[in-house]
């Protein structure tokens, strides 16, 4: 699914991004600050993601 990068935070190493996902949702992931530079993300921009779940609650 294609969503709005809404916030981008970021220390030495790890990112973390939040993706809007319906009204009132995000989804917020982990990635290396690294993967943010080499991709260009930036708050406001679209970006594709694909949810893989091992356990559901």
């Known amino acids: 699914m294609k969503r709005k990068i809404t916030e981008i935070k970021t220390d030495e190493f790890i990112a973390s991004v939040k993706i809007h996902v319906e009204e009132l949702s995000e989804i917020t992931t982990l990635i290396t600050k690294k993967s943010v530079e ?15 779940s091992t356990e559901l609650l």
Do not use: Q
Request: aromatic share 6%; no cysteine.
């Open 38 to 52: 080499e991709l260009g993300l930036k708050k406001g921009d679209y970006s594709l993601a694909i949810i893989k």
